[in-house]
């Protein structure tokens, strides 16, 4: 969908676009659920959410897809699950098994699979730079998300770094807007979808998904992406997925299971003793 508005709009208006039609979401949620602002000690980290998560991540994204092929940009952005896992540990002091990292490189071969048998191969082009600054931004987000995630809910959480992120994207709302204005259906519609699916509600969810999981395994969800996007072309344009992708989602789905059933030493710890009779 990326692609698709990137056709008629420049990388960094369109994440201008994109995110300021989530933060009017996340703004109406905020105000029907009569939230409290956040606490003014919370401001610098909640800024550095946003400008790390939402606006550069999306501004390295956008820029990097343009010369980047589409299974070379999942390759890549898939090793934001190890980058995150290998800060958790000094950074949360979150640790996995040996199962936790199989898993992940489980998943990671997955994606592997599906990005070499998308339409363009595995094209790095100069952009890939910029997709692996991405990936290290989606790493980097997590952590400071999970310190912020111990005083607020989830949601609330993720409202207010919408729109701090959209604040930050306002210098180029206005280009954005203007290219918008004369963009054809497909534009327009690519726009809306990426506001409201992947950054409102995704966004949301994943916040949520790492408030209970934690960073190292919580992120180890992105791997499942691509096999979502292989079902979503399927259901909404009759793609059929060839052997090697149906293997590669196989392969993806089966670590992000070893990972989150025996990747987290609480899982392996030994049963507690029966309580003794008195």
């Known amino acids: 969908v990326v692609r698709i508005a990137l056709r008629d709009m420049p990388p960094v ?63 890549l952005i898939a090793s934001a699950p190890l980058m995150t896992a290998l800060i958790a540990m000094p950074v ?39 997709v692996l600054g991405a990936a290290l931004c989606s790493a980097i987000y997590i952590i400071l998300l999970r310190q912020l995630l111990r005083r607020y809910g989830a949601l609330t959480c993720m409202a207010y770094i919408l729109v701090a992120g959209a604040a930050l994207l306002l210098p180029w709302l206005p280009r954005g807007c203007m290219r918008l204005a004369h963009a054809p259906w497909s534009c327009l519609w690519a726009v809306a979808e990426l506001g409201v699916f992947p950054a409102a509600i995704g966004y949301g969810a994943g916040t949520f998904v790492i408030g209970h999981l934690g960073a190292a395994r919580g992120s180890a969800l992105l791997y499942t992406l691509p096999p979502v996007a292989m079902l979503l072309a399927f259901m909404l344009t009759g793609e ?4 090697r992708t149906l293997a590669g989602g196989a392969v993806v789905m089966a670590g992000v299971l070893v990972m989150n059933t025996w990747g987290h030493p609480a899982r392996r710890a030994s049963p507690p003793a029966r309580n003794q009779a008195p």
């Open 240 to 243: 059929v997925p060839g052997p």
């Open 92 to 130: 949360l002091g979150e640790r996995l098994t040996g199962w936790g990292w199989l898993g992940s490189l489980l998943s990671f071969t997955g994606v592997g699979l599906i990005a070499g048998g998308q339409t363009g191969g595995m094209r790095f082009g100069a952009g890939a730079t910029l």
């Open 13 to 75: 208006p369109l994440a201008a676009v994109r995110y300021a039609l989530a933060a009017l979401i996340a703004l109406a949620w905020l105000v029907l659920r009569r939230v409290p602002p956040p606490a003014l000690r919370d401001l610098p980290l909640l800024v550095a959410c946003a400008g790390i998560g939402i606006s550069l991540y999306n501004v390295l994204f956008n820029m990097g897809e343009v010369t980047v092929s589409a299974g070379a940009t999942s390759l």
